[in-house]
Each structure stands twice: as C-alpha cells, then as structure tokens.
C-alpha cells in the first residue's frame, strides 16, 4: 500500500468511525444518573448493561432507559463485570457500532480525559485505547502495589513493556476485533476480564496506546472485588496465560523487530558487532595485501555493519526481564522458540550459518579434526541465543571468576601486578564480555572497548539499562586519526586496557583488507587492528570467552594467550609482516573456533567482500 492508499483508508477508517459509550452496572445505581447525565454531552449513544442488580439499582436504571440515546440491556443473573461488557460489546456490534468506550457505573474515571480518550481512538482505530491510571492519595495501597505484580505478570505474558495499565476499564474497544477475540478465546467473565482481554487482544496483533487519567476511589464507593475468589481467578488466569505465551513467544518477540531486518539476528548480535574496528589507516597504506578475484567479492550482500539491527533496546530490557523475574530455565524454553523461528524466517542469517558449516565440515574432513556432533544450522544459531543471555548475565554483572576457568593465568596476573595497559585483540568467537567479568576481581583494571559509532549509542543505551553501574569505557570512533592513537596510548601508559576485535573489515574502507587462510580458505581480515597495534607498541594479547556446554550451570573456559610483545611492521617488508601477523591472528582463531564450532557468531559470508566495500572519498 502507497502512501496515497493509506492516506485515502485512513480516511475510510475515520469516516466508518461510530463509537458508543458503554457501561456495566451491579448495584450501582445512586451514581449511574450522574454518570449517564455526564456523558449525554458527548452526543454519543449509551449502552448500559444491569447486571443481574438489586430492585433499588433497577429502579435508578429504568427512567435512564428511557432516554432515546440509552439503550438497556438486562443480565438475569450476576455474571461478572466481564461477563457485562461481553455482553454489551455484543449488542453494540448488533447495532452496528464500531467502537465501545467502557465507563465504569461507579464514577470513578476522570471523564475530562474522554475527549483525550475518543480522539486518540478516531485517530488509531484499529488500537484499543486504555486509561493510564494516575491515582490521588484515596487509592488503598494494597491494590495500588497488586496492579504493579500484575503488570508484571502482563509484561511476561506478552513479551512486551509496552503495556502500560492492564486493569483500567476506562477503554476504547475496536468491537469487531474484540468481538473474534472472545468468539475465538473462552475470556474470563470476572475481574479478571479487563486483563485477559487486553493481553489476548495483543496476542492477536492489536496495539494498545494509553492515554493519562485521574482515578478517585469515593469514601463509600461500593466494590465488588473478592480477595480471595478473584485472587484465585486471576492467578489461574496468569498460570494459564503464561503458558499460552510460551508457544507465541518467538511471535511476539518479532513484533518488536523490523519486518524488513530479516538478515540480522537480534539487537546483542548487533551490539556484538559494535566492537568492530574501523581499519582504515591514518597513514594511507596499500588498498590490499592480496589481490582480491572476483570469486572473493560476494553478489550483492551487505556489508556486516550496515545491516539492520532486528531488536531494541526494549527487547534486550524484556530479555532481561524474563532472565531476571523467571531464571535461565525459562529463559532458555522461550529462546528454544524463538530460535527456531529465527531459523525458519532469517535466510541471510541461515544460509550464512549453513555456509560456514559446510566449510567448517569440509576443512575437518580434510584435517582428520573430530567434530562435536549436530552442527546443524539450528543449533548454531541456539547457541547464539544463549550467548546473547550470556552477554546480558556479564553485564549485569551476574558472572565471577567462579564461573570461569582461567587459561593463562599467570601471564594475566603479571599484566594485572604491573599496571601494564595491555591491547587486547578478541573476535566474534564466543563471548569477549566475559573481560567484564575478570574485572570485577581486580577493580583496578579499566577496559575500554573501541566501538563502531554508528551502533555506539545504541549500546551505550543497552548498557546503562542492563547495569547503570557499568564501568565498560566506550571509545567511539568513524576514523582511526593521529588524535585517536594519541588518546589510546594515553590510556596505555595509564595502566588501561584497549579491547578491538580483529575478525571483520573496515566500516568505511573494506577493501583495505589482508587476506589469511581461515578453516582451508582464504578470508578478508582488517587491517586496522593490527596497523593500530604497531603505531601503539603495546603488548598484544588475545583473548578468547568459550562457553563449557558440557556443564550443568553457567561455565566459560577464558583463554587469555600472549600473541607479541610488540607488533612491528617496517616500512621496506610492511605488506609482508602485515600478512605474517594476521595469518598468525587467523591461525589461532582458527584454532580456537574448532575447540567451540557452533559460538561462531559472525552470520555473514565470512570469505567473500560485500561488493559495497568503500565509501566514497570526501572532496
């Protein structure tokens, strides 16, 4: 649909608008006269449903019915607030309106918020409109702090923050909508029906917008809410909604990606991807090392930076959420789910696993190297959702040493002893965050981690959410200039340490790539890092985070390896120690992917260029 077409059904929408004012009423019968006297300004029809009440309620209701805009619809026998609205959205749809706007008969909703209410509805007619309760000091405090368990309880319920107040019945229901929902779901009929209703209208792809309203609890307003009997519903009716949510959960969870990102994996792949350096060369060295053929270029893929991200800031809080309010377990159920229909749905994502696989497979065939058995594309990309939870746990802060064991020890400690600022060079193999977790042992340490900028806000933003006490030290950087080598050799001498990974080209200048043999074929590796780490004449260590599947609970074999005192690359043999060093980067990446095959986390075509490699030059 073109921008003129949904201009012209928006219109559609508004014009087919017809909204009428709906009211379940049980016993409430002193206050519906100055309820329906209210809402007669609005010039809209009025359903007013009794509920089974008592003779006295009925003799208030009667002479309202009378009005030409009321209409009245008698309930037999008490069924419920919910069972109230069911049936007047019902006979609204048969008088052939689009929208109810359910008012409770007890005057408590602000109804200086309606005209707020009503526009927000004419303008998103396809939304369900709720109240944003926002409540003055006559709220009694124990249902004040039982909505926030429930929207707790909503929040997991949908896999979305997005749902702001689950209880409120000031609401603008779409009824045809709402009508296949409750023909489609058995809806419960109590209290628990302004909840339910709202997460199984989320469930079926209906967004809800809120808008702010006053809610006044009168000195001697009638409730009729059970502690113990609607207690029981609604946490019969959460056992059984969570339950629900767990088959819908990868459903759910791409609502809040892009339909048009299929080729990226999840906001954490992203925010893995922001460690990358940009490997252009304040020095301007020669474009390649090797001669790039064309079978090296890839069709049209993008380039590993310029690809969407699939998740927000808002997912990664609902992950952490899941993580924090219900453990690993339940986190890894929903993930199971959600990765399988990632598999199904992300082709870029699958077929970049199934090559590396295929290629994987086929250098072990050759080598006589044993594999780990159901390196399937599936499980690989598992393993990456269980990296990510892994990334959220580090930086939260929920891993120590005791999670880790500790490979090179001793050259660690000596680093660590003398203060020594230290460049680390890490990889999208297994999980570098883990360098988090070694920091927490020696609060000396200060890491600062190069970041793409185009991805450096979003992970600032990621960070300070998962763990506002983050001590991880982003550097943002576009070019790698005379300014940038100056700070980073400050923070060198200061003792600190500088993490960059080696593993993906330039975000500017791809094709100013070295060409290693990586796992039997030759792959574009960047030169930035390694240009970067002879100008600073730092110690160059690796560091590899590779996550111990075999265990029962959280475990990481950590491999911190002296790669070079100092990285030298004199101008007469540049191209030739440039080569030597990065094939000796590959060889122990290399070395290290076959120890964990499936934490590979670059979904990409790792051995070909993008064909979309270099920007243009500024004039």
Same mark, same amino acid.
């Given at each position: 649909?073109?921008?003129?077409?949904?201009?012209?059904?928006?219109?559609?929408?508004?014009?087919?608008?017809?909204?009428?004012?709906?009211?379940?009423?049980?016993?409430?019968?002193?206050?519906?006269?100055?309820?329906?006297?209210?809402?007669?300004?609005?010039?809209?029809?009025?359903?007013?449903?009794?509920?089974?009440?008592?003779?006295?309620?009925?003799?208030?209701?009667?002479?309202?019915?009378?009005?030409?805009?009321?209409?009245?619809?008698?309930?037999?026998?008490?069924?419920?607030?919910?069972?109230?609205?069911?049936?007047?959205?019902?006979?609204?749809?048969?008088?052939?309106?689009?929208?109810?706007?359910?008012?409770?008969?007890?005057?408590?909703?602000?109804?200086?918020?309606?005209?707020?209410?009503?526009?927000? &509805?004419?303008?998103?007619?396809?939304?369900?409109?709720?109240?944003?309760?926002?409540?003055?000091?006559?709220?009694?405090?124990?249902?004040?702090?039982?909505?926030?368990?429930?929207?707790?309880?909503?929040?997991?319920?949908?896999?979305?923050?997005?749902?702001?107040? &689950?209880?409120?019945?000031?609401?603008?229901?779409?009824?045809?909508?709402?009508?296949?929902?409750?023909?489609?779901?058995?809806?419960?009929?109590?209290?628990?029906?302004?909840?339910?209703?709202?997460?199984?209208?989320?469930?079926?792809?209906?967004?809800?917008?809120?808008?702010?309203?006053?809610?006044?609890?009168?000195?001697?307003?009638?409730?009729?809410?059970?502690?113990?009997?609607?207690?029981?519903?609604?946490?019969?009716?959460?056992?059984?909604?969570?339950?629900?949510?767990?088959?819908?959960?990868?459903?759910?969870?791409?609502?809040?990606?892009? &339909?048009?990102?299929?080729?990226?994996?999840?906001?954490?792949?992203?925010?893995?991807?922001?460690?990358?350096?940009?490997?252009?060369?304040?020095?301007?060295?020669?474009?390649?090392?090797?001669?790039?053929?064309?079978?090296?270029?890839?069709?049209?893929?993008?380039?590993?930076?310029?690809?969407?991200?699939?998740?927000?800031?808002?997912?990664?809080?609902?992950?952490?959420?899941?993580?924090?309010?219900?453990?690993?377990?339940?986190?890894?159920?929903?993930?199971?789910?959600?990765?399988?229909?990632?598999? *199904?749905?992300?082709?870029?994502?699958?077929?970049?696993?199934?090559?590396?696989?295929?290629?994987?497979?086929?250098?072990?065939?050759?080598?006589?190297?044993?594999?780990?058995?159901?390196?399937?594309?599936?499980?690989?990309?598992?393993?990456?959702?269980?990296?990510? *939870?892994?990334?959220?746990?580090?930086?939260?802060?929920?891993?120590?040493?005791?999670?880790?064991?500790?490979?090179?020890?001793?050259?660690?400690?000596?680093?660590?002893?003398?203060?020594?600022?230290?460049?680390?060079?890490? &990889?999208?193999?297994?999980?570098?965050?883990?360098?988090?977790?070694?920091?927490?042992?020696?609060?000396?340490?200060?890491?600062?981690?190069?970041?793409?900028?185009?991805?450096?806000?979003?992970?600032?933003?990621?960070?300070?959410?998962?763990?506002?006490?983050?001590?991880?030290?982003?550097?943002?950087?576009?070019?790698?200039?005379?300014?940038?080598?100056?700070?980073?050799?400050?923070?060198?001498?200061?003792?600190?340490?500088?993490?960059?990974?080696?593993?993906?080209?330039?975000?500017?200048?791809?094709?100013?790539?070295?060409?290693?043999?990586?796992?039997?074929?030759?792959?574009?590796?960047?030169?930035?890092?390694?240009? *970067?780490?002879?100008?600073?004449?730092?110690?160059?260590?690796?560091?590899?985070?590779?996550?111990?599947?075999?265990?029962?609970?959280?475990?990481?074999?950590?491999?911190?390896?002296?790669?070079?005192?100092?990285?030298?690359?004199?101008?007469?043999?540049?191209?030739?120690?440039?080569?030597?060093?990065?094939?000796?980067?590959?060889?122990?990446?290399?070395?290290?992917?076959?120890?964990?095959?499936?934490?590979?986390?670059?979904?990409?075509?790792?051995?070909?260029?993008?064909?979309?490699?270099?920007?243009?030059?500024?004039?």
């Amino acid at each position: 649909m073109n921008s003129a077409e949904a201009v012209s059904q928006h219109a559609l929408e508004e014009s087919n608008y017809k909204a009428c004012f709906l009211i379940p009423c049980f016993n409430h019968g002193a206050t519906m006269p100055t309820v329906v006297s209210s809402l007669l300004n609005f010039k809209l029809p009025i359903i007013i449903v009794d509920d089974g009440s008592e003779l006295a309620t009925k003799q208030f209701l009667t002479p309202l019915a009378d009005s030409p805009s009321v209409t009245l619809v008698t309930l037999d026998h008490n069924q419920g607030k919910g069972g109230a609205v069911k049936a007047g959205i019902k006979r609204a749809q048969e008088l052939g309106f689009s929208h109810a706007i359910q008012i409770d008969a007890d005057g408590q909703h602000d109804l200086d918020a309606l005209p707020t209410l009503i526009q927000a &509805s004419q303008t998103k007619p396809r939304h369900l409109i709720s109240g944003q309760p926002v409540y003055d000091e006559s709220v009694p405090k124990a249902r004040l702090y039982g909505r926030y368990a429930t929207h707790i309880w909503v929040w997991i319920e949908t896999l979305s923050l997005s749902i702001k107040d &689950s209880m409120c019945g000031f609401r603008a229901y779409p009824i045809d909508k709402t009508q296949t929902v409750l023909n489609k779901y058995d809806v419960g009929s109590r209290m628990d029906f302004d909840i339910e209703i709202l997460v199984r209208l989320y469930w079926e792809g209906c967004d809800i917008d809120f808008v702010e309203t006053r809610v006044i609890y009168p000195e001697n307003g009638i409730s009729h809410f059970d502690a113990l009997w609607d207690n029981v519903k609604i946490s019969w009716m959460h056992t059984r909604l969570f339950f629900g949510m767990l088959p819908r959960a990868p459903k759910l969870i791409a609502r809040h990606f892009k &339909s048009d990102s299929a080729e990226s994996l999840s906001a954490a792949e992203s925010l893995s991807a922001a460690k990358s350096l940009p490997a252009e060369n304040s020095q301007g060295s020669s474009a390649d090392s090797r001669q790039v053929n064309s079978e090296q270029i890839g069709p049209e893929q993008p380039h590993w930076s310029r690809t969407q991200e699939r998740g927000t800031v808002l997912g990664i809080k609902l992950l952490l959420a899941v993580y924090t309010l219900l453990g690993r377990g339940v986190f890894n159920l929903i993930l199971r789910g959600v990765m399988r229909y990632y598999h *199904l749905t992300g082709k870029r994502a699958r077929n970049a696993s199934e090559q590396y696989l295929f290629q994987l497979k086929a250098y072990a065939e050759q080598q006589n190297i044993e594999l780990p058995a159901e390196l399937t594309s599936y499980n690989h990309l598992l393993s990456f959702g269980h990296t990510m *939870l892994d990334k959220l746990a580090a930086w939260k802060g929920d891993f120590s040493v005791d999670n880790l064991s500790i490979h090179g020890q001793e050259q660690f400690e000596s680093m660590v002893t003398n203060k020594q600022g230290v460049l680390i060079l890490g &990889s999208h193999l297994g999980n570098i965050e883990l360098c988090r977790a070694l920091g927490r042992r020696h609060s000396n340490i200060k890491i600062n981690a190069l970041v793409f900028t185009e991805h450096a806000e979003r992970f600032n933003s990621v960070m300070k959410a998962v763990n506002p006490q983050s001590d991880l030290n982003l550097i943002q950087v576009t070019s790698m200039g005379p300014d940038t080598a100056i700070l980073l050799q400050q923070k060198l001498e200061q003792g600190e340490w500088i993490v960059i990974v080696g593993d993906r080209t330039s975000t500017s200048k791809e094709s100013r790539s070295v060409w290693a043999e990586f796992l039997g074929k030759e792959a574009p590796f960047p030169q930035g890092p390694f240009m *970067l780490a002879s100008v600073l004449k730092a110690p160059v260590f690796l560091l590899f985070g590779l996550r111990d599947d075999s265990q029962s609970k959280p475990h990481f074999n950590v491999y911190f390896e002296h790669f070079s005192d100092k990285i030298e690359l004199p101008r007469k043999t540049r191209e030739q120690s440039l080569q030597q060093v990065v094939q000796k980067y590959a060889n122990r990446l290399e070395h290290y992917t076959l120890k964990a095959p499936l934490q590979w986390y670059n979904f990409f075509n790792f051995w070909t260029l993008s064909k979309h490699h270099d920007e243009k030059e500024s004039k």
